[in-house]
Nanobody
Framework: QVRLVESGGGLVQPGGSLRLSCAAS????????MGWYRQAPGKQRELVAA????????SVADSVKGRFTISRDNRERTVYLHMNSLKPEDTAVYYC????????????????WGQGTQVTVSS
């Protein structure tokens, strides 16, 4: 059974930082590209960041460039989203996504999804 379990969300003040984690089980983690999506109330789900299976390639959305970074630890089977300088508009449910193929992952068609973790940025 494939499981992606996100953690690390919460309430943070503007300008603060959080690190989200996504622990994977049931897949051969090292061959999967991994990504983070988010969905705010009333908005479509959007890709925040993605990283290739070996970590050599990654991308982040323009809206978070310079503030968010993505990393992974294949030994720990975990992908991270490091979020700095958080803004109220970053408030959303953040989802972990996995797929063997970059194109599928970055188009929102990834095979596996986590249950999401809430991030709220508010003073």
């Amino acid at each position: 059974q494939v499981r992606l379990v996100e953690s690390g969300g919460g309430l943070v003040q503007p300008g603060g930082s959080l690190r989200l984690s996504c622990a994977a089980s049931g897949i051969e983690f090292s061959i999967y590209a991994m990504g983070w999506y988010r969905q705010a109330p009333g908005k479509q789900r959007e890709l925040v960041a993605a990283i290739s299976n070996g970590g050599a390639t990654n991308s982040v959305a323009d809206s978070v460039k310079g503030r968010f970074t993505i990393s992974r630890d294949n030994r720990e089977r975990t992908v991270y989203l490091h979020m700095n300088s958080l803004k109220p508009e970053d408030t959303a449910v953040y989802y972990c996504n996995a797929d063997r193929y970059w194109a599928a992952l970055t188009s929102g068609a990834g095979d596996y999804w986590g249950q999401g973790t809430q991030v709220t940025v508010s003073s």
